[in-house]
């Protein structure tokens, strides 16, 4: 398996020749520590009570799968790190730091572009207007409109490219898109310069894909949407390994607090029902690798009902997940402060 990377990350282990052989892994440790914090800001910028963000941040924190990953030498806690603080520069109405990160991390690791439209669509002239800081959804409330009814507005309104398109072109909009293009052209074209075709291939052409549905329905609620956008990716990815779960698994602690899933039995069974068919793949996937066994069929079986069990996992998500708009419109502000009055 070829693993694509930004040459970038050379770069940044550079001191791993000149101070210490283990400075990738105290930087990687430090992201992973990191994250915790991000997930514990963000948690607290939604009005989430003290011990759901604890319990929240222990689920990423004491997670064997991202504090081994992360220790062994990879670098996906900086890449975790990186999209949650794009998320919290949009939630504190930082357009222009969010846009440049995330034209880095998309060169740096190319799947965050499946955000992109999500981080578009919310860019709302309602909810970034007049050069305010955006109001952010509390806690306790929850959305009127279904995930079904905002994608089918969404879609109905494809149908009239007039008003669509001057509704689109925002200030916020064009702001971030300009910003975060130029980041990742100027990055990729510095390295393009230095490694010619063979970086534009492994790095950037392999991977584009987007999952139009899981936006429509939930951009409002943006840490859902970048969690179900990450797992389809993953799970319906032709390459997979156990370090992408860290992607998903930065994101699964903002999305906690507002799921009515119960860990007995619900929860439980799309545990069980995730390990198992995890562990079952990789059964087969050792035997093949490492004992050199002809089991191409079982693993193919395996792949399949692990595609499977991630289908039902993110299903049953979906289900039991109380949908929250991250931020709230100008106009339903405006709205409540006169009833206030």
């Not at 069980?272 to 793949?281: R, V, Y």
């Not at 093949?288 to 792949?303: D, T, Y």
Request: aromatic share 18%.
């Amino acid at each position: 398996m070829e693993v694509r990377y930004s040459p970038l990350l050379a770069f940044l282990l550079i001191p791993n020749s000149i101070f210490h052989r283990s400075w990738g892994k105290f930087l990687f440790s430090a992201s992973d520590l990191l994250v915790g914090y991000f997930i514990r800001s963000i948690l607290k910028l939604r009005g989430v009570p003290e011990k759901f963000c604890v319990s929240s941040v222990m689920v990423w924190l004491f997670n064997p799968f991202t504090f081994t990953i992360g220790t062994r030498g990879n670098c996906e806690p900086v890449v975790c790190a990186m999209v949650l603080w794009v998320l919290l520069c949009l939630m504190n109405g930082r357009v222009l730091q969010a846009a440049f990160w995330f034209g880095l991390l998309v060169h740096f690791r190319i799947y965050p572009i499946i955000y992109v439209l999500s981080i578009l669509l919310i860019l709302d002239p309602y909810v970034f207007g007049y050069g305010r800081k955006p109001t952010l959804q509390n806690w306790g409330r929850t959305e009127q409109e279904s995930p079904r009814s905002n994608c089918i507005t969404r879609l109905a309104a494809l149908f009239h490219p007039w008003s669509t398109l001057r509704t689109a072109l925002t200030k916020e909009r064009i702001l971030f898109g300009f910003v975060s293009g130029a980041v990742f052209l100027f990055c990729t074209a510095l390295f393009f310069c230095l490694y010619g075709w063979d970086f534009l291939h492994e790095a950037l052409l392999y991977h584009l894909t987007l999952q139009f549905i899981l936006v429509l329905s939930f951009a409002q609620d943006l840490p859902f949407c970048w969690f179900l956008q990450t797992v389809a990716f993953v799970a319906f990815n032709k390459v997979i390994t156990a370090q992408y779960f860290v992607w998903f698994f930065c994101l699964l602690p903002l999305i906690l607090p507002w799921s009515q899933m119960k860990l007995r039995w619900k929860g439980l069974s799309c545990i069980l029902a995730w390990m198992g068919a995890q562990l079952h793949w990789l059964m087969w996937g050792y035997m093949l690798e490492f004992r050199g066994k002809n089991v191409f069929l079982q693993l193919w079986m395996a792949s399949i009902f692990f595609l499977a069990a991630n289908t039902y996992v993110l299903t049953a998500v979906i289900q039991h997940h109380r949908c929250s708009p991250v931020f709230i419109g100008l106009e339903n502000t405006s709205k409540g402060a006169r009833k206030l009055q």
